[in-house]
T-cell receptor, first 114, second 116 residues
Framework: DGGITQSPKYLFRKEGQNVTLSCEQN?????MYWYRQDPGQGLRLIYY???????QKGDIAEGYSVSREKKESFPLTVTSAQKNPTAFYLC?????????????FGPGTRLTVL | AQKITQTQPGMFVQEKEAVTLDCTYD???????LFWYKQPSSGEMIFLIY??????QNATEGRYSLNFQKARKSANLVISASQLGDSAMYFC?????????????FGAGTTVTVRA
């Protein structure tokens, strides 16, 4: 089945630690995205990548880093510089540019900083 | 400035009735796409319906229809014959053209609760 997988589903980390969230897609999509969602709120864009080996900052990139070495993978690292990392993180992908291309979402990772 | 505005934080609807979720948007692009997503309590985002800025007819997908009023920059979602499984958060989103790198902007969402 084609889709997007994110792991782990729940993640706990201690303050001051870096943590990497996984996102893999087998939809052969060119573009991938990372969003953050806080309780009761909408999605905010962290980083996005339209092609391999290229990525751009979104609206709230500070304290996060990404890589895009393979088309199917777009891992997100939450660094210790992120002041309030506890949130729900969603990864998405789409075929590419074009205003008509919908984004497909993974199941999300809930990150809690202890 | 907010690109997508959803003014209804929460709504209650009786089972089998219709409900309209409001969405207004702000863009200077001529070519853009409007999307509605459903997010149940599990957290997954489910694509519901799409409307292109050049589409002359309102989009429909099963029990979902989009009331697109371009001049008023509104794209309201209508859910007909509500079911208990429709209880979820609903997000309106807009994808603009190359000047905005085709990024998707989301509204704050509307929580819908369907009552039996």
């Amino acid at each position: 089945d084609g889709g997007i997988t994110q792991s782990p589903k729940y993640l706990f980390r201690k303050e001051g630690q870096n943590v990497t969230l996984s996102c893999e897609q087998n939809l052969n999509h060119d573009a991938m995205y990372w969003y953050r969602q806080d309780p009761g709120q909408g999605l905010r864009l962290i980083y996005y990548s339209q092609i391999v080996n290229d990525f751009q900052k979104g609206d709230i990139a500070e304290g996060y880093s990404v890589s895009r070495e393979k088309k199917e993978s777009f891992p997100l690292t939450v660094t210790s510089a992120q002041k309030n990392p506890t949130a729900f993180y969603l990864c998405a992908s789409s075929r590419g540019s074009g205003t008509y291309n919908e984004q497909f979402f993974g199941p999300g990772t809930r990150l809690t900083v202890l | 400035a907010q690109k997508i505005t959803q003014t209804q934080p929460g709504m209650f609807v009786q089972e089998k009735e219709a409900v309209t979720l409001d969405c207004t948007y702000d863009t200077s692009d001529q070519s853009y796409g409007l999307f509605w997503y459903k997010q149940p309590s599990s957290g997954e985002m489910i694509f519901l319906i799409y409307q292109g800025s050049y589409d002359e007819q309102n989009a429909t997908e099963g029990r979902y229809s989009l009331n697109f009023q371009k001049a008023r920059k509104s794209a309201n979602l209508v859910i007909s014959a509500s079911q208990l499984g429709d209880s979820a958060m609903y997000f309106c989103a807009m994808r603009e053209g190359p000047s905005n790198d085709y990024k998707l902007s989301f509204g704050a969402g509307t929580t819908v609760t369907v009552r039996a």
